[in-house]
């Protein structure tokens, strides 16, 4: 990824200083190892599904917490049943 075409970009977008980009920058790259996406892919998000969050972290300028709600925004979530919820087969009552 070609930071100085980033910082360029995003700062016509973002409308932060250099310094922020660069952070954002890192916590994308951080994230992408994480989440598997690419960077560009990463980036694209923050544009277009992240403006929330953005705006939260110019207001409380909390990196880790921007951090964390990026990865869990871009994470696979797979939601498994209990392994409580199935009988198991020795407990089925066999009706006669």
Same mark, same amino acid.
């Given at each position: 990824?070609?930071?100085? @075409?980033?910082?360029?970009?995003?700062?016509?977008?973002?409308?932060?200083?250099?310094?922020?980009?660069?952070?954002?920058?890192?916590?994308?790259?951080?994230?992408?190892?994480?989440?598997?996406?690419?960077?560009?892919?990463?980036?694209?998000?923050?544009? @277009?599904?992240?403006?929330?969050?953005?705006?939260?972290?110019?207001?409380? @300028?909390?990196?880790?917490?921007?951090?964390?709600?990026?990865?869990?925004?871009?994470?696979?979530?797979?939601?498994?049943?209990?392994?409580?919820?199935?009988?198991?087969?020795?407990?089925?009552?066999?009706?006669?």
């Amino acid at each position: 990824m070609d930071h100085e @075409y980033w910082v360029v970009r995003l700062s016509g977008i973002l409308l932060w200083n250099e310094r922020d980009i660069r952070k954002i920058l890192r916590v994308v790259s951080d994230s992408s190892l994480v989440t598997g996406l690419t960077e560009e892919e990463t980036l694209d998000f923050l544009q @277009y599904g992240f403006e929330e969050e953005l705006d939260s972290l110019k207001e409380t @300028y909390d990196w880790t917490q921007f951090k964390k709600q990026l990865v869990s925004k871009l994470s696979k979530r797979e939601t498994i049943a209990p392994g409580l919820s199935v009988l198991h087969p020795d407990l089925l009552i066999e009706e006669d």
